[in-house]
């Protein structure tokens, strides 16, 4: 099956301070990648869009200065979450899809961010 | 608005069956995914369907009805590593998929 790689699995880091969180597909071209946030015991919430060469179209109540994604080849994706503050807490995850009709998300492994 | 309703939490006991139910009410429908989650970890395909009726798959099988708007994932021969969390999805007419809460399973021995 296809691959999709995020990077780093786990990060910690103080308040204030900016993380990147990388997702690669690994062996296809993924011309969508979605962004995903999971708090405990709840289900997956999808905080953007991302597009290869255009602008990430963000969900509703998502702060786009907060949260920067940059698709910048059909194989990269990156979610930058800036002035992180321990709300950001969460675990972060990212999918790609083939853009050949309707297939199954593949995953990242996810990221969980701890903010100190 | 859209609604994805599954069960919070069922209790099986290993070499049992389970059936985990999800209805949906969305804006259009264009298939129905199952997927498997560990704590701590992302989601993992379990099937898609997108016609009427079960597709089997080893010791999981999952059904859906249309008109029902309704799916089921039925495992059999519970294994305690089948203890985790089973995530409907129904893609929408604007082929977005719109995630249930998901249902945590516990297999007791």
């Known amino acids: 099956g296809a691959v999709v790689s995020q990077h780093p699995s786990r990060v910690i880091c103080k308040s204030g301070t900016s993380v990147k969180i990388e997702c690669r597909s690994l062996?296809?071209?993924?011309?969508?990648m979605f962004w995903y946030r999971q708090f405990p015991k709840q289900s997956l919430m999808l905080m953007a869009t991302?597009?290869?060469?255009?602008?990430?179209?963000?969900e509703q109540g998502v702060e786009k200065d907060k949260f920067l994604i940059n698709h910048a080849s059909l194989t990269l994706s990156t979610l930058t979450v800036t002035s992180a503050h321990p709300e950001d807490s969460s675990f972060y995850i990212c999918s790609a899809d083939r853009g050949q009709g309707i297939t199954e998300a593949f995953f990242g492994q996810g990221t969980r961010l701890t903010v100190v | 608005g859209q609604n994805i309703d599954q069960p919070t939490e069922m209790t099986a006991t290993e070499g049992a069956i389970v059936q985990i139910n999800c209805t949906y009410q969305t804006s259009g429908f264009n298939g129905l995914f199952w997927y498997q989650q560990h704590a701590g970890e992302a989601p993992t395909f379990l099937s898609y369907n997108v016609l009427d009726g079960l597709e089997e798959k080893g010791r999981f099988s999952s059904f859906l009805s249309r008109s029902k708007g309704y799916s089921y994932l039925l495992l059999k021969e519970l294994q305690m590593k089948d203890s985790a969390s089973y995530l409907c999805?129904?893609?929408?007419?604007?082929?977005?998929?719109?995630w249930g809460a998901g249902t945590k399973l516990i297999i007791k021995p």
């Open positions: 991302s597009n290869e060469g255009s602008k990430a179209t963000y």
């Open positions: 999805a129904v893609v929408d007419s604007n082929y977005q998929l719109i």
């Open positions: 062996d296809f071209q993924a011309t969508t």
